[in-house]
């Protein structure tokens, strides 16, 4: 079966079109946005992630946050990002697949799991 160019350059856009409406603009920023955030390889099971790097979900995909994080912040506590998702006030940008923080304020806790998946003595 043979196809036209115009019909092969349509279809090409078209989903184009499709996949820039799924992400984020690679330059987006953030000015005060209250963000999903949570461990990118305990809780958001990111591909090739190792450790527990604090990651945000955009949009329906996840990136990893490079910048100032909460100090006074046990990951593995019951309401550590190990465990839940926590909402964070975030500024900085997206850029080159993660988003380069300038503040992050983590919100008070919301559904603490009575029975969390690590502790403090689990490392990974």
């Given at each position: 079966m043979s196809h036209s160019p115009l019909s092969v350059a349509a279809s090409l856009l078209l ?93 008070p806790p919301q559904g603490v799991p009575e029975e969390p998946r690590f ?6």
């Amino acid at each position: 079966m043979s196809h036209s160019p115009l019909s092969v350059a349509a279809s090409l856009l078209l989903v184009a079109g499709a996949l820039a409406a799924c992400r984020p603009a690679a330059d987006a920023t953030f000015h005060g946005d209250i963000l999903d955030v949570a461990c990118g390889s305990c809780v958001f099971e990111m591909e090739g992630v190792q450790g527990c790097p604090w990651a945000a979900e955009i949009e329906g995909r996840h990136y990893l946050i490079r910048g100032p994080i909460p100090e006074d912040h046990s990951s593995h506590a019951p309401d550590g990002i190990c465990n839940m998702t926590r909402q964070a006030v975030i500024e900085g940008e997206l850029r080159g697949g993660e988003l380069l923080a300038t503040r992050m304020e983590l919100l008070p806790p919301q559904g603490v799991p009575e029975e969390p998946r690590f502790g403090p003595a689990d490392l990974h």
